[in-house]
């Protein structure tokens, strides 16, 4: 029954910052990671950047070659809250940014209505 919420996007201009914060409500049991992912007009959803759910916060997390050095991803786990700082932003970073969660190694099939980022050039 985890229920994840995503916000903080919004339109900018190139160059500029966005900081995106995924909510999660209800238990966390089994949950081993949470995602953030993206899906640009006409192309696949693909993965921008995961972190685990537990252990130290300083773990060396997944990021997409495309944002490395851009975003970074971070937890609050007293506030069940996951963040994607995203910083010289592109307008090929628009989309759609879902956050999700991984059970082992498999994300979730379900998916929330996202929040949508909106890179002008």
């Known amino acids: 029954q985890v229920q994840l919420v995503e916000s903080g996007g919004g339109l900018v201009q190139a160059g500029g910052s966005l900081r995106l914060s995924c909510a999660a409500s209800g238990t966390m049991f089994k949950i081993n990671a949470i995602g953030w992912f993206r899906q640009a007009p006409g192309k696949q959803r693909e993965l921008v950047a995961s972190?685990?759910?537990?252990?130290?916060?300083?773990?060396?997390?997944y990021y997409a070659d495309s944002v490395k050095g851009r975003f970074t991803i971070s937890r609050d786990n007293a506030q069940n809250t996951i963040y994607l700082q995203m910083n010289s932003l592109k307008p090929d970073d628009t989309g759609v940014y879902y956050c999700?969660?991984?059970?082992?190694?498999?994300?979730?099939?379900?998916w929330g209505q996202g929040t949508q980022v909106t890179v002008s050039s």
């Open positions: 972190i685990s759910t537990a252990g130290p916060r300083n773990l060396v997390n």
């Open positions: 999700n969660k991984q059970w082992g190694k498999i994300w979730s099939d379900s």
